[in-house]
């Protein structure tokens, strides 16, 4: 029974207060785990009357009694702790060490009246233990008096000591709203008579053990504690203690409420770090806390909150005894704590929830692009998942507080618009260049084929075109950006676009022919296509005329771009510049005082349509004419090698002198036919070697330089001994065979090859074509 009470010094004889030891007491009763269900028990009395005698018997404790053998002296040294036994609820029971002691000497009242100040500060109950005899009277009484004294009944000794119990209420200075409060309102005075020990000791202990009844539930109500009030909860008993002495060993006043107030706070806190530390390593928190990390974790608000309300719930538990508002108000900074560490987690679980509803979006934005307009999809999209994001951070919510996610939710819609944006805008790029590229096709080619036939009439050809396909182009872009519902300002510019788009494929084409413009000049045909034959009959000095006049005209159409219907002078000015001055009684421009092509633009043209400016048309003009004399001698020089090529008789003096000369040897042929045979002989051989050998086919070139005659005779001597053999032996055939016919035998003489077919050589230089009518030569230049 020793063992169980676990007695303890809490106080030394020095005053010093054993810290350590009462924390190791507590653990080994676990007076922690009581709450309010504990109560505490002292005893103050004289030296040596017995205290520690009666806690014995009384809790069963063990406390150190008086050696009768060793006389009265000090037993109990300061303030003793121990467990009482068997005694429900748990009761601490503290022994005080004994008043009016001579050890002290002078020096006792003042530990005296500390531990008396002490014990009615923590205890429930408070034993004062007194001799009978001493009763009524301000010293001891005498032993002689004690036999009487013990036979006085207890009934008449109560109303004396009561009397002077309220004597020493009435005398106490009382604070001024507690003068006419009664003695009862702070303290229940009992009396109990014990008989002496010494002389009685089994009725002693008879009495003692009835009165051990009495604090069994000492502090339910009717016991004897059973109306206290401001009870320390038992986990703050030993801060309480130490607080309580550690102010009366300062001599301070004492403010008892202040004090459990205090009390509360300090252990309040404890528990509520303890929850903290607890929180931190929970295992359930862990893994919530590690998987938030990297991912959306379903259920958030619902796990958490049950978590932070389990941990609330303990420090309910174990601070519900403490002072309600130092509880109350520690609860709060305990669920901020934990709330603080809890928030990271719940702005990671938010950010997640907004990257996979931004996600998801994207992907079914694309889908329904497909299905529905763009500012339809767009719209339903955009409302669908922000309410899904309302539903995720419904779920993310905890209950224990109410975070606003509106933040999260603006940038969740900022992503939303900017991708909503990007998309547009790519749409949009697309949309406008598949009609750029549709007006392109549909102007590229017809405008350059236009510009390759320059007339008067290009131009506002090219005009109309562009107008017809440009609104075209516009209306069904037009059409097709209904469904972005897009501002009037914004569509009006993508229209514009077009438009301007139109007009730059028409520009960029007539920049690229007019950078071609020489060649066309010089690229000049019949009205067939056909490179022209020069037959002899042609004017080639008008011809020339009108080709270059065609090629003036092509220039004036190529400098500048007329888009719009401004006139201008351009044409007028090339004419009377450039093709007007071969006119006779104009005088040579190197000597006229103006001249209207010295400018880098052009009258009544802005600069960012001139293509070619005067002083290059000058420029061109002056290459072209160069380039195009050499083309016009061949065609005269050809047009003469034509005419005596085709011209085979010879000169009428030469017919008469022939014919009077002649006449002696026409008379012989005459006379002798002979000779009229041979003479058809040597014509028919030497038809067969022209045909044979192509002559014509081989000069057709003419005989007019050595370039063009040398070719011919170096073909000529390859082919004549092969055309030697063919003969003989078409010869030698026919005399195996009967005659045929004359006609047969003339076909049969034909080439095989058609070579006396007329050949075209190509545009860039003049050519002399053989034929059965004579040699014809060809030039480029046209009517």
């Known amino acids: 029974m020793g063992d169980a009470c676990f007695s303890t010094q809490l106080i ?38 017995g205290k520690s005698t009666l806690l014995n018997h009384l809790f069963g404790t063990n406390f150190r009694e008086m050696d009768a053998f060793k006389g009265r002296s000090q037993t109990t040294k300061g303030i003793w702790l121990a467990k009482a036994h068997n005694i429900e609820p ?8 004994g008043t009016d002691g001579r050890e002290r000497g002078e020096d006792d009242t003042a530990f005296e009246k500390q531990s008396a100040l002490f014990a009615l500060a923590v205890s429930d109950i408070v034993l004062i233990n007194m001799w009978c005899h001493d009763i009524g009277r301000e010293q001891a009484a005498n032993k002689p008096l004690l036999k009487t004294v013990f036979q006085t009944p207890l009934e008449n000794l109560e109303p004396i000591l009561r009397e002077d119990i309220q004597k020493i209420w009435d005398a106490v200075p009382k604070p001024h709203a507690h003068k006419e409060t009664p003695l009862s309102e702070f303290f229940n005075v009992e009396v109990v008579a014990l008989s002496s020990y010494e002389e ?31 009870v320390v909860p038992a986990s703050g008993f030993s801060f309480s203690s130490q607080q309580f002495w550690k102010v009366i060993k300062e001599n301070k006043d004492l403010d008892l409420p202040a004090h459990k107030v205090m009390v509360a706070t300090v252990r309040c806190e404890e528990i509520g770090n303890e929850k903290v530390a607890t929180f931190t390593a929970d295992e359930g928190w862990q893994q919530i806390e590690e998987v938030v990390q990297h991912d959306y974790v379903p259920g958030f608000g619902k796990k958490l909150s049950s978590l932070l ?38 702005q990671s679980v938010l950010g997640h929830l907004r990257t996979r509803t931004l996600d998801a979006f994207k992907e079914s934005f694309d889908k329904a692009l497909a299905k529905e307009g763009f500012a339809i999809a767009a719209h339903n999209c955009t409302q669908a998942f922000l309410e899904k994001f309302d539903k995720g951070s419904e779920d993310a919510t905890i209950q224990q507080v109410k975070w606003d996610s509106s933040k999260i939710k603006d940038k969740l819609k900022r992503d939303i618009e900017a991708h909503v944006a990007s998309v547009r805008a790519s ?7 598949k009609y750029e590229a549709q007006l392109t096709k549909a102007l590229a080619e017809p405008v350059e084929a236009l510009l390759d036939s320059a007339s008067e009439d290009t131009w506002p050809a090219i005009r109309k075109l562009l107008q017809r396909e440009t609104k075209a182009a516009i209306s069904g872009l037009e059409s097709s950006l209904a469904a972005f519902e897009l501002d009037e300002a914004t569509e009006k510019e993508l229209l514009g676009k077009l438009e301007n788009h139109g007009r730059s494929v028409v520009e960029s084409k007539a920049k690229e022919e007019a950078g071609r413009v020489l060649i066309r000049m010089k690229d000049s045909r019949d009205a067939d296509s056909m490179p022209r034959v020069w037959t002899g009959k042609e004017d080639i000095k008008a011809i020339t005329k009108t080709a270059r006049s065609a090629s003036m005209k092509l220039l004036s159409q190529l400098a500048a771009i007329r888009l719009d219907e401004d006139g201008d002078s351009i044409e007028n000015t090339l004419s009377l510049a450039l093709v007007d001055t071969t006119r006779p009684g104009t005088t040579d421009r190197s000597i006229q005082s103006f001249d209207p092509l010295a400018s880098s633009s052009w009258e009544r043209v802005p600069e960012e349509k001139t293509l070619i400016t005067p002083v290059q048309c000058k420029s061109l003009w002056r290459q072209f004419k160069a380039e195009t004399e050499y083309t016009v001698t ?5 047009q003469e090698a034509n005419k005596r090529n085709n ?14 000369l002649g006449f002696n040897e026409f008379m012989t042929l005459l006379r002798n036919p002979l000779y009229l045979a041979v003479i058809f002989v040597v014509f028919l051989v030497g038809k067969a070697f022209w045909v044979q050998l192509d002559v014509a086919n081989e000069f057709q070139n003419g005989f007019v330089s050595v370039q063009s005659t040398l070719p011919a005779l170096l073909s000529l001597s390859t082919k004549f001994v092969p055309t030697i053999m063919n003969i003989l032996k078409r010869l030698a055939d026919e005399g195996h065979r009967p005659a045929a016919p004359e006609r047969q035998r003339e076909m049969e003489l034909q080439p095989t090859n058609g070579s006396s077919q007329s050949n075209v050589t190509s545009a860039g230089s003049s050519s002399v074509t053989a034929s059965e009518i004579g040699p014809e030569y060809s030039s480029p230049m046209t009517k």
């Open 634 to 638: 061949q065609a005269i020089a050809a």
């Open 309 to 346: 309300d389990r941990y609330l719930s303990e420090y309910d538990m174990e601070a519900i005894y403490f002072d309600e508002g130092v509880r109350a108000s520690k609860r709060q900074q305990l669920e901020s704590k934990l709330l603080q560490l809890v928030n990271p987690a719940y």
């Open 200 to 230: 009685k000791e089994e009725l002693f202990k008879e009495q003692v053990s009835h009165l051990r009844d009495r604090f069994q539930h000492s502090i339910a109500p009717g016991g004897l504690a059973g109306d206290r009030r401001g």
């Open 90 to 97: 748990c009761t601490i029971v503290m022994d005080l060490e």
């Open 647 to 660: 011209n085979w008789l010879p000169p009428p003096w030469a017919l008469a002198a022939m014919a009077v």
């Open 427 to 433: 749409k949009l790029s697309e949309l406008c260049a």
């Open 12 to 49: 030394d004889g020095d005053g010093v207060f054993n810290v350590s030891g009462l924390d190791n007491f507590m653990k080994e009763v676990k007076l922690g785990e009581c709450g309010l269900s504990y109560a505490v028990v002292s005893i103050m009395g004289p030296q040596s009357s």
